[in-house]
């Protein structure tokens, strides 16, 4: 049975409503920058397209008999995001036209830069239209972090945001946003299908 990260490490993918501290391990991702409003940026919808499509590529790639060393079957994690404003560290951010982000998807560990540029020129091939300069492989630890559960639209994540920003302070800490750690969004649903007021949404923020 394929291995589905949000089961096996549930700390990470399925909090409460109610805020929590988490020590966030090192990690494998597939990323691409952009800027503006997500709902609205086709540059954004783009770079989610490659993201999907390096993500299936390298997840099917045992059925044309290229699977990478260490290669598992497993569930593709979902899409992240990690936010920021012209003020590096603001922490309202209702004022999506005003957004700087990072698009990624998880990798297993077994995705190392030669798996990437396999993957790379897999779909290049099927979709030669896409431009697969903005993606990059990278590694990194988030480390100590504070997150909630947000459901609802996404247009509503504010009111969630200043109940993790409470329990923060309230817990001793202080959030630790800079130009390295990044307000972080988790979608665990598709928003082509389901309703907008059953979205679920991981929010984490750094701390210190």
Not at 7 to 35: C, N, R
Not at 98 to 115: C, H, L, N, W
Request: aromatic residues 10%; charged residues 25%.
């Amino acid at each position: 049975m394929p291995i589905d990260f949000k089961k096996t490490e549930k700390g990470l993918y399925q909090p409460s409503a109610k805020p929590s501290i988490i020590d966030v391990p090192d990690m494998a991702f597939i990323s691409a920058d952009g800027t503006g409003n997500p709902n609205t940026s086709e540059a954004y919808k783009a770079a989610v397209e490659i993201l999907y499509g390096l993500s299936y590529a390298i997840k099917t790639s045992n059925k044309n008999g290229n699977a990478p060393v260490g290669f598992f079957e497993y569930v593709v994690l979902p899409l992240e995001g990690f936010w920021w404003l012209t003020d590096k560290t603001a922490t309202d951010f209702s004022q999506k036209d005003k957004y700087r982000g990072t698009a990624m998807i998880r990798q297993p560990d077994f995705v190392t830069p030669e798996v990437f540029e396999a993957a790379k020129a897999a779909l290049a091939k099927k979709k030669p239209a896409l431009d697969l300069s903005v993606v990059r492989l990278s590694r990194f630890k988030e480390g100590l972090c504070a997150q909630i559960l947000h459901t609802g639209f996404y247009d509503n994540e504010q009111e969630t945001i200043e109940i993790l920003e409470r329990f923060v302070s309230e817990s001793g800490y202080r959030t630790d946003i800079t130009d390295k750690r990044r307000h972080h969004e988790i979608y665990l649903n598709n928003p082509q299908k389901t309703a907008p007021d059953k979205l679920k949404t991981v929010i984490r923020h750094p701390i210190e």
